[in-house]
């Protein structure tokens, strides 16, 4: 076994080995020559291993003994006493849709998100101790949806009743039940669980009688101190059509926004999802997507799968920024409309933590003057304005001045190519 266990770690990510992998163990005492029988710790890398892994295992041994066997996937030590416990959690892992990869393990921290990420985590290790409930919020695609799942992957591994389901899915189950009379067991459903996960709970607004109907169930499970996590795009306050009576107990607990993540998340997240999917890019591709696809997480995912399905289907050996750009077309579009001064000034403002009237000062405090600079730079290049015009745009004595700072940003691109990555990326949300 340990011969096919080093040879798999050969051909997956150090990333995919150190959290499944090397936590399952080998049962000699159940495993024959057609069937192998590997310990899992828990039933959720128990799962991911069974979906992920058992064929490349079964084809290693094949190659090995000659003989393909049958691999079986178990929680180890798990007693007979707690075999309806056991099926519970399983139903509920398949009925709640819970995403197996969408781990606290595999979340990319960065400025934008460390609060809600450690707000997550807390409430997944103390059940209704601290926060309750907790709300995540934020734009779509930054991220939300997996801290749930996280929350709920950690719970359910450790024999939790737990409830993962969208609004939606939520508002048709409801509908259902009240069809079918049974809204009894809808209740002994959503009232019954340790966490209740619920995703998009903007989406109940305006529906009045859902809203009733979740007010006694959210009752009734923070009175019996069960762990309540919502998400939503918007902070509860600003939820029109949404009952007063539910935004005051939506903000009793924590509130927690995620922000779109800065560059150096950006980057790191690239990164991550390379290796967790084997696509080799070297860094200045992983930063020239970085700094020219949106924030949205989702889309950066989007575009690596695209770029991934087109070099299986070109078969190429090596990756080319040029075929990046080619591949990537779609996404990075030049802007047709005129770029106004007004808005390269508020962007670079905006991603300098500056008011626009500290760039149009006189103001020589370090940053703001690279942000003046780089204002100038992009004037020069994304506008037809001459450097006289911004000379006296800025108050200076003549161009020589918009000269000098358009070659220090310049010099500055030319030898740092995280400097090079941020002017793209600035350059992207310009246009």
């Known amino acids: 076994m340990n011969q096919i266990l080093l040879q798999l770690k050969s051909e997956i990510t150090p990333f995919e080995f150190d959290n499944y992998i090397s936590q399952i163990t080998y049962n000699e005492k159940y495993s024959r020559d057609d069937r192998i029988v590997l310990n899992a710790p828990n039933i ?40 309806e416990n056991k099926t519970n959690v399983r139903k509920q892992n398949g009925t709640n849709n819970l995403n197996p990869s969408f781990t606290f393990a595999s979340f990319v921290v960065g400025n934008s998100n460390t609060f809600a990420f450690n707000v ?36 359910i591994a450790v024999g939790k009743n737990v409830i993962y389901t969208t609004s939606e899915q ?33 989406f109940l607004s305006g529906k009045e009688q859902i809203q009733e109907e979740f007010f006694h169930t959210f009752n009734e499970l923070k009175e019996n101190n069960k762990q309540i996590v919502l998400t939503s795009d918007r902070a509860p306050k600003d939820m029109k059509g949404l009952e007063e009576r ?36 070297n860094d200045t591709i992983i930063h020239f997507i970085a700094a020219n696809i949106n924030d949205n997480i989702r889309e950066i995912e989007g575009v690596l799968v695209k770029l991934n399905f087109s070099m299986n289907v070109t078969n190429i050996q090596e990756i080319s920024l040029d075929f990046v750009k080619d591949v ?20 670079v403002a905006k991603y300098y933590n500056l008011k626009p009237s500290d760039i149009k000062s006189k103001n020589r405090t370090k940053n703001i003057v690279i942000a003046r600079k780089i204002v100038i730079y992009l004037a020069r290049t ?35 190519a995280n400097f090079k990555t941020i002017i793209e990326e600035i350059k992207n949300k310009i246009k």
């Open 44 to 83: 959720l890398i128990a799962s991911w291993v069974k979906t992920k892994y058992a064929d490349k295992i079964a084809h290693l041994f094949e190659i090995h003994n000659g003989l393909k066997p049958e691999i079986i996937v178990e929680v180890a030590n798990y007693s007979n006493k707690k075999k």
């Open 120 to 155: 997550a985590k807390a409430v997944a290790q103390n059940q209704s101790i601290k926060y309750n409930p907790l709300v995540i919020y934020g734009n779509t695609g930054l991220g939300k949806t997996h801290l749930l799942n996280a929350i709920g992957n950690a719970n």
């Open 170 to 202: 939520f508002l048709n189950d409801f509908l259902l039940h009240i069809r079918n009379n049974t809204m009894e067991r809808f209740r002994e459903k959503y009232r019954a669980c340790d966490y209740l996960l619920i995703d998009d709970i903007q």
């Open 246 to 281: 539910l935004k005051t107990r939506f903000t009793s607990g924590l509130l927690a926004d995620i922000q779109p993540p800065e560059l150096e998340t950006k980057i790191n997240i690239i990164r991550a999802k390379c290796e967790l999917d084997r696509i080799h890019l």
């Open 328 to 347: 990537l077309k779609e996404y990075i579009k030049e802007s047709k409309e005129n770029v106004s001064m007004d808005k390269i000034i508020e962007t």
């Open 382 to 416: 994304l506008t037809p304005n001459s450097m006289p015009y911004l000379a006296n745009f800025f108050g200076m004595k003549d161009h020589s001045t918009v000269s000098k700072a358009m070659k220090s940003i310049q010099d500055e691109i030319n030898e740092n």
